[in-house]
């Protein structure tokens, strides 16, 4: 099991501390820090008020909330965000309005999940060329429907 600190941000309000949801859920969900009103088409960075300090090997990945999305077009906009084991910085989400109305976020309003998730890190080897495949270079479609 992987293992996670979490440190809330001096100077931040304090709101409920992350958890699942149930036994099956795969994120955690992180609530917004800061008032903000994101206008139709904009996006911003909401901070969580929150530190995070993961193991090595792992990643938190932010990720949308699916009722932010369905119900007024607003969703994590890199999703899913990555943030690396060795970051000590607050998690902050990067939210985008894609609705037709502007959309206000309120202080402990829930705006992400949060999954960790292993990494592994790949070797690499620098070649001249690759070898063929039956789909060589088709990409984008290139398969079917």
Known sequence: MARMKLCPLPGRPELPFPRYATSGAAGLDLSAAEKVVLEPGQWRAVG???????????????????GLALKYGVTVLNAPGTI??????????????????????????????????????????????????????????????
Do not use: C, K
């Open 48 to 66: 969580t008020g929150l530190l995070i300090e993961l193991e090595p090997g792992y990643e938190a990945q932010v990720r949308p909330r699916s």
């Open 84 to 145: 690396d084991a060795d970051y000590r910085g607050e998690i902050r989400v990067v939210l985008i309005n894609h609705g037709r109305e502007p959309h206000w976020i309120e202080v402990g309003d829930r705006i992400a999940q949060l999954v960790i998730a292993p990494v592994e890190q790949a070797e690499i080897e620098q070649v001249g060329e690759l070898s063929s495949t039956e789909r060589g270079q088709g990409g984008f479609g290139h398969t079917g429907r």
